[in-house]
């Protein structure tokens, strides 16, 4: 078994691993590369194996540089399965065709460039329709459904905490009679944030997958942040300014508008002249919270409170969805304070750049970054400390005051990544740690084997590694709770149980184990469909 790294490795974006064995290839992720030109320029460039010869693609979560280039490896022969989690995918029918769109858009503007300078044409990355074709090669599941996509292949979800339907990948291989189990920990959250549950935790696997986003960092705690947000809007607001945050569409932007739901709605002594408005102005992030509000499922307890009760966390009275072009422009024509919360997250497109040019060379305005910034990338520039910076073709002065509030990052720092791996109980073979620039990556694989003393390597891109020894499968399962909430359904949910039972009688029985663990597995999953549907309807019923 080999696996390859031809993504994120000493870079954040563009997460891209292939494992294979004598009789599959399997790749982890296919996201895009972002940040830099020279960075961007790799996703144009042929995959290193052939799309067509690759069984599946395991997604950990739909965020552009994890899922970007699917459908050019659709395009390019891909016709094997997309693995990945419900929300995963209600969120990819959004996302996938929002960057095809722009695609096609940076393509036609370029080439009305290339056109008057007598160049030839560019062709897209990809267009709406190969992103619609790819669709098509999903399957989804739901967290801790063991699935056995062949009989050498068993993959499970786990909650990563990142964003919604985001999701550590347990993916057990059989070679040679044995099972070796590799986790991937795709983009890990941190614990405690809102409407999403915590990051869970793995306690075995003879290879792990770790990112390292913020592996040389520890977070400022959320609360302070959303404290700090609160004051520099009430600041700014007095002196006349507006606050631009430029927000990834799904996952902060969702989190920031929970926050000042809860700021607005329950915060009695906040003046009516205080409630200033605020503005989503991204089409994909109203699409994004609308799966959101289709997910409840994935929420955690707070928010599930918050539903049942009728409140519904991504409404409030002072918030507004801009959808067309028309209201976006308008933001800028008026001078009165205001909140604009729009995409892209990093500055790299998107009608952030738009509101930037109008208001980040206004002293009275702030800049509010709420996210990572990747290097080569125009909030990362800003945020550095540039003071003139190219917009849409203007040079552009920064006079805004800017900040940095990293308790709303969705990524874990040193001190969760580093109790989310002791939480192993047996030390795996090896660490390949990812997805953080050269310095993170290589401090925090420095923290990993002082702590834990196992082996860890840093890949660079294009590395591959030989898994030369096999272990035997030793996973566990997980039994979920009686659900009994809903008459409509407590007869089902009776089957399952009797079935239960029966399965716990037979073991005492002289009968082989591999059966008695698949049918363990089929129930499991009947039962967190089952759940979901009670979700669902308590959905229905909060609205």
């Not at 056109?115 to 190969?130: F, H, N, S």
């Not at 509101?355 to 520039?381: D, I, M």
């Not at 694989?445 to 390597?457: C, F, N, P, S």
């Amino acid at each position: 078994m080999e696996i390859k790294f031809l993504g994120a490795s000493k870079v954040v974006t563009g997460s891209n691993f292939l494992i294979e064995t004598d009789k599959y290839k399997i790749l982890l992720d296919c996201g895009m590369f972002q940040g830099s030109k020279e960075l961007e320029e790799l996703n144009f460039e042929n995959f290193s194996y052939n799309p067509a010869d690759i069984d599946f693609l395991i997604l950990s979560h739909a965020h552009i540089d994890h899922s970007g280039r699917i459908p050019k490896l659709v395009k390019e022969g891909f016709k094997g399965k997309i693995i990945c989690t419900s929300a995963t995918f209600d969120l990819c029918k959004i996302m996938l065709i929002d960057s095809a769109n722009i695609q096609q858009s940076d393509v036609e503007w370029e080439n009305r460039k290339r056109q008057r300078a007598g160049k030839k044409p560019i062709e897209p990355l990809y267009t709406v329709d190969d992103a619609e074709m790819s669709l098509r090669y999903f399957e989804s599941y739901l967290y801790d459904q063991k699935i056995n996509l062949n009989e050498d292949i068993i993959v499970r979800f786990k909650d990563a905490g990142h964003i919604l339907g985001s999701a550590i990948i347990e993916l057990w291989i059989k070679e040679k009679k044995d099972f070796t189990k590799i986790v991937f920990s795709g983009d890990l959250g941190m614990p405690g944030r809102p409407i999403i549950k915590s990051p869970e935790y793995i306690h075995e696997a003879d290879y792990i997958i770790v990112e390292s986003t913020y592996g040389n960092r520890i977070h400022e705690d959320m609360k302070a942040s959303t404290k700090k947000l609160v004051e520099i809007i009430n600041t700014t607001a007095k002196n006349g300014g507006s606050v631009i945050i430029p927000s990834f569409a799904v996952g902060r932007t969702q989190e920031i508008i929970y926050e000042l739901n809860k700021y607005y709605e329950y915060d009695n002594s906040i003046e009516e002249y205080m409630r200033i408005p605020v503005y989503v102005d991204s089409p994909m992030a109203v699409r994004a919270t609308e799966a959101f509000q289709a997910n409840p499922n994935c929420f955690n307890d707070e928010t599930k409170r918050l539903v049942l009760n009728g409140d519904n966390p991504f409404e409030f009275g002072n918030l507004f969805y801009v959808k067309s072009q028309q209201e976006s422009m308008k933001l800028n024509k008026f001078n009165f304070p205001k909140v604009i919360i729009s995409a892209s997250g990093m500055c790299t497109a998107g009608r952030i750049r738009h509101h930037l040019k109008h208001n980040l060379w206004k002293g009275n305005n702030s800049v509010v970054f709420v996210g990572y910034q990747a290097e080569g990338t125009l909030g990362r520039r800003i945020l550095d400390g540039e003071k003139n910076v190219k917009i849409l073709g203007e040079d552009i002065s920064v006079e805004s005051n800017i900040y940095d509030l990293e308790g709303f990052s969705g990524h874990a720092d040193q001190n969760i990544l580093i109790d989310w791996l002791r939480n192993f109980e047996k030390k795996p073979k090896k660490i390949f740690v990812v997805h953080g620039e050269k310095e993170s990556s290589n401090e925090f694989a420095k923290l990993i084997e002082m702590e834990l003393g196992v082996d860890v390597i840093v890949p660079n891109l294009g590395d591959g590694f030989n898994i030369k020894e096999v272990v035997k499968q030793s996973h566990t399962g997980i039994v979920l709770e009686p659900i009994k909430e809903r008459e409509d359904i407590k007869k089902e949910l009776q089957e399952v149980y009797d079935q239960f039972e029966s399965l716990v009688y037979r073991t005492d029985q002289l009968i082989d184990p591999e059966f008695l663990s698949e049918d363990y597995d089929k129930l499991k999953n009947k039962l967190l469909e089952l759940q979901q549907k009670l979700m669902d309807v308590n959905m229905l019923i909060s609205k």
